[in-house]
């Protein structure tokens, strides 16, 4: 699947929103992206997480592990892609940690994916978490890189496609400025 062919597919499940919303980091912005909505259709789902465990075919995976919850179901399928074992990491206490009874092995090689990447910040969280495992992380892969291009996490970080969605703090948001009223997207759809 091509970029285009990837975001017409987000624009047909209702993936891209537009409007004026609170990210998660606090930020404001124009665009949201609600990957969430791609999963409801398994044939689209599993050929875009098809894609994007393509962009790994050359590297050792023995786990593929995700945020929840925007990663369960995207870490689930990369992993049956690429023939991997998968689990989630969930806040406890306010921190990204893997429960359940899910464990990562000493020596492991994970794949961690992201729906989409904006600051990295839980991605960083949950590859804290492979660390004091005793886990490696192979690579990060993403539905999208919402950041343009600027977020690095020190090992391969492979998106399927990069877009540059401009984000505001709450003092410096033009739509504030104009009085339009933010949404809190994944609260308001959780």
């Known amino acids: 699947m091509t970029g285009d062919e990837i975001i017409k597919v987000f624009e047909q499940t209702g993936v891209i929103l537009r409007g004026h919303f609170r990210l998660t980091t606090g930020r404001h912005s124009d665009t949201f992206l609600q990957c969430s909505q791609v999963m409801q259709y398994p044939s689209q789902a599993s050929k875009i997480c098809d894609e994007l465990a393509r962009l790994f075919d050359d590297t050792k995976v023995d786990l593929v592990a995700g945020p929840a919850m925007g990663g369960i179901v995207l870490a689930y399928e990369v992993a049956r892609a690429l023939g991997a074992r998968t689990i989630f990491a969930e806040r406890e206490n306010g921190k990204m940690a893997f429960r359940r009874g899910f464990v990562v092995r000493p020596g492991e090689a994970v794949l961690l994916v992201e729906d989409a990447v904006t ?14 495992a ?11 890189d919402r950041s343009g291009g600027k977020v ?7 998106p399927l496609i990069v877009m540059d969605i401009k984000s505001y703090s709450p003092a410096e948001c033009p739509m504030c400025r104009d009085g339009l009223p933010v949404t809190l997207p994944k609260s308001a759809q959780a």
């Not at 600051?119 to 004091?132: D, M, R």
């Not at 490696?136 to 999208?144: D, M, T, Y």
């Not at 690095?152 to 492979?158: I, L, T």
């Open 152 to 158: 690095s996490f020190g090992v391969p970080f492979k």
């Open 134 to 144: 005793g886990g490696r992380v192979a690579g990060v892969g993403a539905l999208v």
């Open 119 to 132: 600051t990295g910040g839980s991605v960083n969280e949950v590859a804290e978490a492979v660390t004091q």
